[in-house]
């Protein structure tokens, strides 16, 4: 699976972002999906993941601002990131899993090499 993400961008405080992620091929036998980031001197943190069925799950910290979804017609990931604050400055990475999960949520909690296939990463910075 092939992965390249686009849409990240400085906002100010309080702004909006649609991050895009272009997949080489999502079926209904795709598993899980989903959205990373790693801020400098953080470690890398599961943002949201969404599985064939498009049942999402988040972190508390983006719950109720960000939003994953995905287009199974023109093969994208989206994050609809609302409300941006300072503290969501990052890499943004979209994830795609090559093995299959019930639970993408526990499928978040690998160790990132563990995943599955990466994209380049964009950039998102939030000023205050």
């Known amino acids: 699976v092939q992965l390249v993400e686009s849409g990240g961008g400085s906002v100010q405080d309080g702004g909006s972002l649609r991050l895009s992620c272009a997949v080489s091929?999502?079926?209904?036998?795709?598993?899980?999906m989903g959205w990373f980031r790693r801020a400098p001197g953080k470690e890398r943190e599961g943002v949201a993941t969404?599985?064939?069925?498009?049942?999402?799950t988040y972190h508390d910290s983006v719950k109720g601002r960000f939003t994953i979804s995905k287009d199974n017609v023109k093969n994208i990931l989206y994050l609809e990131m609302n409300d941006l604050k300072p503290e969501d400055t990052a890499m943004y990475y979209c994830?795609?899993?090559?093995?299959?999960?019930?639970?993408?949520?526990?499928?978040?909690?690998?160790?990132?090499?563990?995943?599955?296939?990466w994209g380049q990463g964009t950039q998102v910075t939030v000023s205050s």
């Open positions: 994830v795609g899993a090559v093995d299959y999960w019930s639970d993408c949520g526990r499928w978040s909690r690998q160790d990132p090499q563990d995943l599955g296939s």
């Open positions: 091929e999502i079926t209904r036998a795709t598993g899980c």
């Open positions: 969404i599985d064939s069925d498009n049942l999402a």
